[in-house]
């Protein structure tokens, strides 16, 4: 059996696998190109300028720069179909949320069996939606009977046991967050949850916010003349645009300048499950007034690989001479990532629709073809 | 120190001490960071938002007592939302896959492997207690402080988390284990 001896050092070795600062500044893009970001597109881009200044006044050495600008070779699969879309209810948003206590969605997700908005607000609030079938709640003794409407549901501290379960319980005292689930349809169901604490009335008035009766196309702001072979969609993930906004959490506050569209794909193995998705490629348009943290145009940067993944990124110009921020990142099993080619390939492949910073000019994913 | 549009000019910078913070305490941040969430991407992921976010706001930060111990605090704060709106991505495909320890010679040991794997599915709240008291090496207030929690908390957490570690307790630990159990 383990003693305190063997837990400390296993924390120290743990952290000497701690990444090396200069690897930091390299890689500060990166989060805010992921799905999740709470903190603006804006202040990242922001951050790329000034943080690494911070840095290189700081400490004796410099940071360098992306460590090459690849030019790849030709891509070796050419797609001239319509996405491949793991399920095609990725394609399509479902329901809508009206704005609600001055909260608005201002991210949607779709995934392989739900679809979800994230609000604005200082509790992180989330709604997800789930097909007929598709997932039920565990309810614990401490969730107690709530509804939503004429719907019944239960409402309790939420644990996560793993992506797909999510159980309302009283049990977690280290958990802040909680949820309200209900059945909006027979056997369908849907949650609220918050990061930190929310009441049941706070909640149900969001529950009530979410409407089912509207479909919305889920749109993407470039094409795609290549992907990996053997590789698919398994989740979309869009920022809308919206105006600068300060956030507190806890004895935090979240200054976000503003936030641009951006959006992120998250690809995995043809007919792996949706949880195993290893890949993600972000795109962010960048706005004309920060146009100046833009290197190299249409290169891109390859990131030496560690044992945690790979990483490229690069800036795409459009049309009009407008630019995005690209990135590709892989993860997990090593047997399911790409090659750094590969990645570079997907980076160089992207075609950027015409002003990419409206959400207006996107292509809905159904309508994305390949460009060989 | 002048702001402009939520942003200080850079001139400013080098005057504030954040750049100085930086280059002293962004290499122990990584460490404590990568111990906290098990995943090096995070945790540089974690420290550069944390590091970006103090900036916006160091002339405060640096009128505390413990600039680090606040940010710090700033990185258990991150650790535990991220992994909270992380859990709800079904397809978060950089963060929830387990490393590849046993590629580092040093982690090759099964026991301490497997204690890792186990550090790992804690929960975030629990984890962030047994870093502090087991890799900082913080007293009971110090957690407490740090987690905003009372020390009976930071007690009975660290308790349920040596259990879930399945940790061997000395006894003289054994009894205080106890003891915080009946209190």
Not at chain 1, 78 to 95: G, H, I, K, N
Not at chain 1, 181 to 203: F, H
Not at chain 2, 75 to 80: G, P, Y
Request: charged content about 20%; overall charge neutral.
């Amino acid at each position: 059996m383990p003693t305190i001896d063997d837990l400390r050092s296993a924390l120290e070795a743990l952290a000497e696998q701690a990444p090396t600062t200069e690897k930091t500044v390299l890689r500060r893009r990166r989060k805010h190109l992921r799905p999740l970001a709470i903190a603006s597109a804006a202040a990242a881009i922001a951050a790329v300028a000034t943080v690494p200044v911070l840095v290189t006044r700081g400490s004796d050495s410099t940071p360098t720069p992306p460590v090459e600008s690849a030019s790849s070779p030709a891509p070796t699969t050419v797609s001239t179909t319509r996405l491949p879309l793991a399920d095609p209810s990725l394609a399509t948003l479902s329901f809508s949320i009206t704005p609600v206590q001055g909260m608005t969605a201002f991210a949607w997700e779709t995934g392989v069996g739900f679809q979800r908005a994230f609000l604005t607000g200082q509790t992180f609030p989330a709604v997800t939606v789930y097909p007929p079938g598709g997932w039920a709640p565990t309810r614990s003794a401490g969730a107690r009977d709530a509804s939503v409407g004429t719907k019944s549901g239960f409402f309790g501290p939420v644990r996560h046991d793993g992506p797909d379960a999510v159980a309302l319980t009283g049990e977690n005292p280290m958990v802040n967050g909680n949820a309200l689930a209900w059945q909006y349809a027979p056997g369908a169901w849907a949650l609220v949850e918050s990061v930190e604490q929310m009441s049941l009335q706070q909640m149900r008035q969001i529950a009530a916010a979410v409407r089912f009766d509207t479909k919305r196309a889920v749109s993407v702001p470039a094409n795609f003349s290549y992907l990996p072979a053997g590789f698919e969609i398994k989740g979309i993930t869009t920022w809308l645009p919206r105006a600068a906004t300060t956030t507190r959490v806890g004895d935090q506050t979240l200054t976000s300048p503003s936030v641009g569209p951006r959006v992120r794909l998250a690809l995995g193995k043809v007919g792996a499950a949706a949880t195993t998705a290893e890949i993600g490629v972000g795109i962010e348009p960048i706005p004309p007034a920060l146009g100046n943290v833009v290197r190299e145009p249409n290169a891109v940067h390859v990131q030496v690989g560690d044992f945690t993944g790979t990483y490229n990124d690069g800036f795409l110009q459009a049309g009009n001479g407008t630019t995005a921020a690209v990135d590709i990142a892989g993860a997990g099993e090593h047997s399911a990532r790409l090659s750094q080619a590969e990645e570079v390939d997907v980076v160089q492949a992207l075609g950027l629709v015409s002003q990419p910073g409206d959400i207006a000019n996107w292509l809905t994913v159904a309508d994305v073809r390949g460009q060989p | 120190m002048q702001q402009i549009a939520g942003s200080w000019r850079l001139k400013d910078v080098a005057d504030s001490g954040f750049a100085a913070f930086v280059a002293d305490r962004q290499a122990a941040l990584l460490r404590f960071a990568m111990v906290l969430t098990g995943d090096a991407v995070l945790s540089q992921d974690i420290v550069a938002d944390v590091l970006s976010r103090a900036f916006e706001r160091w002339p405060r930060i640096a009128q505390t007592e413990q600039p680090y111990a606040y940010v710090r605090r700033m990185v258990i704060n991150e650790h535990v939302s991220w992994r909270r709106r992380l859990r709800r991505f079904a397809f978060g495909f950089d963060r929830e896959f387990s490393q590849p320890l046993a590629d580092d010679p040093a982690t090759t040991h099964a026991e301490r492997d497997a204690m890792l794997r186990r550090l790992a599915s804690l929960p975030p709240k629990q984890r962030a207690v047994i870093v502090l008291r087991f890799y900082d090496d913080l007293p009971d207030a110090e957690i407490a402080a740090a987690m905003h929690c009372a020390e009976s908390t930071v007690r009975s957490n660290i308790a349920r988390a040596l259990a879930a570690l399945r940790i061997e307790l000395t006894e003289p630990m054994a009894e205080q284990m106890t003891v915080n159990r009946n209190q």
